[in-house]
Structures are given as structure tokens and as C-alpha cells.
């Protein structure tokens, strides 16, 4: 089992940062893949960036590609997005998921953060 707590979320002005963290529970934490996803109100969800269990593979939707950097600390059980220049179109909540490294569904899911992006 995995349970992730998000945190960080808030209001910034355009043009601001801001940090997410997600806490993963379990000494596993590293054999996980993880994500970071984000659903505005009447909006599907959508995926907005991914790292790979050991770190070095990542991946970023273009929408966010150049402002947004994921990144884990595996000794802390913790995954972060570093999100620079914001625009309100990112306003949404923010959730982090992870799936074992071997999987293809995302399995787990954290209660979600809220971003609002003030112009």
C-alpha cells in the first residue's frame, strides 16, 4: 500500500512560483513511478509531468514544458513539482499518483492541492 499527502498548494499571482510536495508512506517508495496530474473545474483530467523510479527519466506535458520541473527525493519518500511562471490557465487542483515501476495504470492517488493563478 501507498498513500501520498499533497501539499504546497495556494494562491500565487501570474507570473509567480510556487512549490508541490507529495509524501509517500512505505519503505518501497523508490520502486514506484510517479506523476503529478491536474483537473480544472469542467476539464478532464490531465497529466503534467512524470519521473521514473529511479529519477533520471522525466517527462513534461508541452503545456507546462520549461516552467514546471518534477523531481524525487527518495530518501525523504518525497516527490515535488517546482512550478515557475505561473498562468492562470494552470489554475486547478493538483493530485500526485505513483504505480510501480512495472505497471501501466497509475494505482495510487493523494487527496489533491489546490493551485489558483491570480492575473
Known amino acids: 500500500q501507498v498513500q501520498l499527502v499533497e501539499s504546497g498548494g495556494g494562491l500565487v499571482e501570474a507570473g509567480g512560483s510556487l512549490r508541490l510536495s507529495c509524501a509517500a508512506s512505505?519503505?518501497?517508495?523508490?520502486?514506484?513511478?510517479m506523476g503529478w496530474f491536474r483537473q480544472a473545474p469542467g476539464k478532464e483530467r490531465e497529466l503534467v509531468a512524470t519521473?521514473?523510479?529511479?529519477?533520471?527519466?522525466?517527462y513534461s506535458t508541452e503545456s507546462v514544458k520549461g516552467r514546471f520541473t518534477i523531481s524525487r527525493d527518495n530518501a525523504k519518500n518525497t516527490v515535488y513539482l517546482q512550478m515557475n511562471s505561473l498562468k492562470p490557465e494552470d489554475t486547478a487542483v493538483y493530485y500526485c499518483?505513483?504505480?510501480?515501476?512495472?505497471?501501466?495504470?497509475?494505482?495510487?492517488w493523494g487527496q489533491g492541492t489546490q493551485v489558483t493563478v491570480s492575473s
Open positions: 499518483a505513483a504505480k510501480y515501476f512495472q505497471k501501466t495504470l497509475w494505482e495510487y
Open positions: 512505505g519503505r518501497t517508495f523508490s520502486s514506484y513511478a
Open positions: 519521473i521514473s523510479w529511479h529519477g533520471r527519466s522525466t
